[in-house]
């Protein structure tokens, strides 16, 4: 059996475990999947996702074995806007790295966030598909989202898909728009 100090020891000897990993991003990650008003797509709106695990500096160690061990991600502040918060996230956003490193890593592995990564798995799967460039398939990501985390919406399904190929500026002028993510699932 291994004490606390010894885990430590090896842990800051970069030989940090799988299962610590696995078990550190069930309390500290998330797969997150948004729809954003954006200029650059047809159809006005943009799915984004990524995968976050967040720690305090003290901890920054555990995010490099994590980055190291998934061989992609970049350590960043966690929060540009609050300046109390000195907290650090390893990020990874790039798709190709997304499929090939951390959902093969995580697969089978999760049982607190085991329902959202499914659910994240499935939309890039969509996104692979190109069915995220049409307005069908743009309502099942979001359903998908929608099912990702319980909280309350900043706009609704319906609102999204009555604004499609309008454009992002028309948009922000819209009363309900809040200037965030208007889909957000961060679990």
Known sequence: MINYSENRARQSAGKTSDDYLVGFVEGEGMFYIGIVPSKETRSGWQVIYFFKVSQNPIGRSVLENLRDRLGCGYIKQNSKSDKTDRSLALVVRNFYDLET????????????????????????????????????????????????????????????????LESPQAIRQSPVYTGQDMVGSPV
């Open 101 to 164: 490193m951390v959902l093969p890593f995580f697969r089978g592995k999760l049982i607190i966030k085991k329902k959202n990564f499914e659910i994240f798995e499935k939309v890039l799967n969509l996104i692979k598909q190109g069915k995220h460039l049409t307005k069908g398939g743009l309502g099942q990501i979001i359903d998908l989202a929608y099912g990702m985390n319980t909280g309350k919406r900043r706009v609704t399904k319906e609102f999204i898909l009555d604004h499609y």
